[in-house]
Nanobody, 123 residues
Framework: VQLQASGGGLVQAGGSLRLSCAAS????????MGWFRQAPGKERAFVAR????????DYADSLKGQFTISRDNAKNTVYLQMNNLKPEDTAVYYC?????????????????WGQGTLVTVSS
């Protein structure tokens, strides 16, 4: 199983980025997927998750309305659209696979992780 995250970069506050995570080596449509982020000196934190069919999404409370998670099962890819970015959104963003459902806020419920993509938001 491989997860390849991309799309990070440097953006000014108020700007937007779309992250992608391309999956291979498994049947992508069988699994819920999630995004987490880790800022310098902080623990990895839940951002969003999407059900295997894409019908259900959940977000960290502070990110509702700012970020949107989506997926294209035909392309084996999950996306994170990030709008109105703020300096505090600066972090390495990781995609991950959740084979268990359940407590999707907890990174321990995810078994495979992408390598991370760095998002830097300047003020």
């Amino acid at each position: 199983v491989q997860l390849q995250a991309s799309g990070g970069g440097l953006v000014q506050a108020g700007g937007s980025l779309r992250l992608s995570c391309a999956a291979s080596g498994h049947t992508f449509s069988y699994y819920d997927m999630g995004w987490f982020r880790q800022a310098p000196g902080k623990e990895r934190a839940f951002v969003a998750r999407i059900s295997r069919s894409g019908d259900t999404t959940d977000y960290a409370d502070s990110l509702k309305g700012q970020f949107t998670i989506s997926r294209d099962n035909a392309k084996n890819t999950v996306y994170l659209q990030m709008n109105n970015l703020k300096p505090e959104d600066t972090a390495v963003y990781y995609c991950a696979r959740n084979p268990y459902g359940g407590n999707y806020h907890n990174p321990r419920w995810y078994d495979y992780w992408g390598q991370g993509t760095l998002v830097t938001v300047s003020s």
